[in-house]
């Protein structure tokens, strides 16, 4: 079972913090863990992702410079900071997870097998 938090609204240029943990048994690290959105209408986006050990990351250019993707493992967690945020980052925020090997195509959703209930971010101009 894989939960986010940290959602809510925000101005723009502010920050949120989002938090994906995973339940159960699995720690986190076992998994590589992607984080995406999506906003009525349009399909879903890949926003971040990284991989086990954590020294392998990858971004949405849309994202680059202002979001920072990273492992805790002391509380097994992923975290996704975003910064310098936009109105056009309004959405719903999704963590996924895989056991599957760290590959260039990590920020497409095919890859992920297990999904949260997402959080909604909101950002105001």
């Known amino acids: 079972q894989v939960v986010e938090s940290g959602g809510g609204l925000v101005q723009a240029g502010g920050s949120l913090r989002l938090v994906c943990v995973t339940a159960?048994?699995?720690?986190?690290?076992?998994?590589?863990v992607g984080w995406f959105r999506q906003v009525p209408g349009k399909e879903r986006e890949g926003v971040s992702c990284?991989?086990?050990?954590?020294?392998?990351?990858n971004y949405a250019e849309s994202v680059t410079g202002r979001f920072t993707i990273s492992r805790d493992s002391a509380y097994n967690t992923v975290v996704l900071q975003m910064d310098s945020l936009k109105p056009e980052d309004t959405g719903v925020y999704y963590c996924?997870?895989?056991?599957?090997?760290?590959?260039?195509?990590?920020?497409?959703?095919?890859?992920?097998?297990?999904w949260g209930q997402g959080t909604q971010i909101t950002v105001s101009s």
């Open positions: 990284i991989n086990r050990s954590g020294d392998m990351t």
């Open positions: 996924a997870t895989h056991r599957g090997p760290y590959t260039d195509a990590e920020l497409w959703d095919y890859r992920y097998d297990y």
């Open positions: 159960g048994d699995s720690l986190i690290d076992k998994f590589v």
